[in-house]
């Protein structure tokens, strides 16, 4: 089973438009987390970081973790076509800091 | 600033024939580096790490092997390809490796076996 599933699987915003991806962990031990994006063709590329409850931001990107229900989220504000992608939630472990596992993915598409 | 090179850009193979691809990370000494393979669509799998010269661990079982011959090359390579080996094969490095550790990838190499 999927330690790390993301919701929804597809998502589809108007330009301008504020999407909203989800990701939660089945397993306690993860404590860090981050937000990875990948244009098509392309390797991702990390957006942000969030190792502590509550909100993060950066420019448009605002992410939220709760720990207690080893929830995170990543809030686009004012989407643009260009945040047409794939996305996914990364997480590890504090004692296993090499490995990083993925979320399942949600493809978001931001219609111009 | 550090710049990840990874070769071919695409392969097409036969079942059964050999594999190596290769990673190399300029603009960083002793980065730690990763290999990860993505089916079409789907989520990364990480396949093998290494923390430093001649030394690679193992995380999943794929009928993949891995080396570093030298400190800023990272090479995954198999005698025999299977079908389920298709996909995109991608490269990342990171600076230290602790539970906080960012890893930046490569552009990947896109892989078909016929």
């Known amino acids: 089973q999927q330690k790390v599933q993301q919701s929804p699987e597809s998502l589809s915003v108007p330009e301008g438009g504020m999407a909203s991806l989800n990701c939660t962990s089945s397993?306690?031990?993860?404590?860090y987390f981050w937000w990875y994006r990948q244009h098509s063709g392309e390797g991702p590329k990390a957006l942000m970081s969030i190792f502590s409850d509550g909100d993060k931001k950066e420019g448009r990107f605002t992410a939220h973790l709760n720990k207690a229900s080893l929830h995170v989220s990543l809030h686009i504000r004012d989407s643009q076509p260009s945040d047409s992608a794939l996305y996914f939630c990364?997480?590890?472990?504090?004692?296993?800091?090499?490995?990083?596992?993925f979320g399942t993915g949600t493809s978001l598409l931001v219609d111009p | 600033a550090q710049t990840i090179h990874q070769w071919p850009v695409a392969e097409i193979k036969a079942v059964g024939s050999p594999l190596s691809l290769g990673c190399t990370i300029k603009g960083k000494s002793s980065p730690n580096l990763y290999w990860y393979w993505q089916a079409t669509g789907g989520t990364l799998q990480q396949l093998f790490y290494?923390?430093?010269?001649g030394q690679v661990e193992s995380v999943v079982q794929l009928n993949l092997s891995a080396s570093r011959p030298k400190d800023d090359q990272f090479i995954l390579s198999t005698e025999k390809l299977l079908l389920s080996h298709s996909g995109f094969y991608l490269c990342?490095?990171?600076?230290w490796g602790g539970g906080q550790d960012t890893q930046y990838f490569g552009p990947g190499t896109r892989l078909l076996v016929l």
């Open positions: 290494s923390i430093t010269v």
């Open positions: 397993d306690r031990n993860f404590q």
């Open positions: 990364a997480v590890s472990a504090g004692n296993m800091g090499y490995k990083l596992t």
């Open positions: 990342a490095w990171s600076l």
